[in-house]
């Protein structure tokens, strides 16, 4: 039986994100719209106060995942942005 291309990049994703040593998962959502389609939220706290968010949309095209959109922030402890980036294949 083939591997869902979403389930496993979703798979992929949590286990990069929870092998950090230097932070720790706020919040992981995953917001399935469809058995080809999801939309993911991550937020990451890391131990000197910053904080790294990540959303993105990704669909399953002919078994291979796709990104519709992708949108981060990444800010220090002060609530200070440091870099931010919004990209759509809409």
Known sequence: ???DPVL???NEVEA???????GYIE???EEILAPERVNLRIRVRFANGC??????AV??????VAHLAYRYHFQDR????????LKSWI
Not at 59 to 64: D, L, W
Not at 78 to 85: I, P, V
């Open 78 to 85: 002060d609530a200070l942005f440091l870099s931010s980036c």
């Open 1 to 3: 039986m083939p591997v």
């Open 8 to 10: 496993k990049y979703l």
């Open 59 to 64: 669909i399953a095209e002919s078994g291979h």
């Open 16 to 22: 990069a994100f929870s092998k950090l040593s230097s």
């Open 51 to 56: 904080i790294l968010e990540w959303n993105e």
């Open 27 to 29: 919040r992981y959502e």
